[in-house]
């Protein structure tokens, strides 16, 4: 078991805000820095991976009482059902590749979440329409459930929530829909998913409880602040931006400290 470092308290606000703000599930935030601290990379992602559907809960509580116009419950399904084979093939795909080759791949996760986050970061704004005047046909659905299967490998793989995918991906696919509502049909999604691969994780004994339940303490609360900064305040491009330096620094960081032993 890691040990609860004081700059943990500050990870688990910031996993929290950037979750809320950014429809992700904070896995990319909690799960590279238990690494850094030198816990091995599967046991950083279950026990980052235990905080996503709670952190995702409270972000969409949050959302239903600010912005409920903001959720697409039939979206958010065919997430979610995609999620669940995608959470399924995942686990598959855990137990048949090495440690080594896990940790390239997730170093390879976070670069392109740090692209996806520039791009989105320098684009210009574009027209996003009002909830009611969507269109949603039946292509949309079957571009949401696609999502859902990318985002449950990843939960099941890397402990993070997939929606640095998902978010962008149905702002391009699903016209007129806006960034938050893009946003809160990922969180939407990810509770159930993400719940899913937590069973798992934790039959394996991949997550450390105490510490999981120490960072809750903070991020839930957190996931609050950041639907409100969504919704009201922040410039998203600005935040994007700074997450995608993140997310390269902690790629450098993983990539010179080499994979971690250990599962």
């Given amino acids: 078991m890691v040990a609860m470092p004081k700059r943990l308290w500050l990870v688990g606000a910031v996993a929290g805000v950037v979750s809320g703000m950014l429809g992700?599930?904070?896995g990319l935030v909690i799960g590279p820095a238990l690494i850094l601290l030198g816990m091995p990379l599967r046991r950083a992602a279950g026990t980052a991976l235990?905080?996503?559907?709670?952190?995702?809960?409270?972000?969409?509580?949050?959302?239903?009482?600010?912005?409920?116009?903001?959720?697409?419950?039939?979206?958010?399904?065919?997430?979610?059902?995609?999620?669940?084979?995608?959470?399924?093939?995942?686990?598959?795909?855990?137990?048949?590749?090495?440690?080594?080759?896990?940790?390239?791949?997730?170093?390879?996760?976070?670069v392109v979440a740090a692209?996806?986050?520039?791009?989105?970061?320098?684009?210009?704004?574009?027209?996003?329409?009002?909830?009611?005047?969507?269109?949603?046909?039946?292509?949309?659905?079957?571009?949401?459930?696609?999502?859902?299967v990318f985002a449950g490998v990843c939960a099941a793989l890397f402990g993070v929530g997939g929606g640095v995918v998902v978010v962008p991906a149905l702002i391009i696919a699903v016209d007129g829909i806006s960034f938050q509502a893009a946003s809160a049909i990922s969180l939407l999604a990810m509770v159930p998913t993400a719940a899913m691969a937590v069973r798992n994780a934790y039959k394996q004994q991949r997550i450390d409880v105490v510490?999981?339940?120490?960072?809750?303490?903070?991020?839930?609360?957190?996931?609050?602040?950041?639907?409100?900064?969504?919704?009201y305040s922040l410039d998203h491009s600005q935040l994007q931006l700074c997450f995608a330096v993140f997310l390269i620094y902690v790629a450098f960081r993983i990539l010179r400290r080499g994979p971690t032993p250990g599962t």
């Fill in 115 to 148: 692209a996806r986050n520039i791009y989105a970061g320098l684009a210009p704004p574009s027209l996003a329409l009002a909830p009611q005047l969507v269109e949603l046909h039946a292509q949309y659905y079957f571009y949401a459930a696609s999502f859902g």
């Fill in 211 to 231: 510490l999981a339940k120490s960072l809750a303490i903070v991020c839930l609360p957190a996931a609050v602040v950041g639907v409100a900064l969504r919704n």
């Fill in 24 to 26: 992700v599930g904070g």
């Fill in 50 to 110: 235990a905080l996503i559907p709670f952190i995702a809960a409270a972000a969409v509580i949050a959302e239903v009482l600010l912005e409920p116009q903001n959720i697409y419950p039939g979206l958010a399904s065919a997430v979610f059902l995609g999620g669940i084979v995608g959470v399924k093939l995942g686990a598959i795909i855990d137990k048949a590749i090495s440690s080594s080759l896990l940790h390239h791949l997730f170093l390879l996760l976070l």
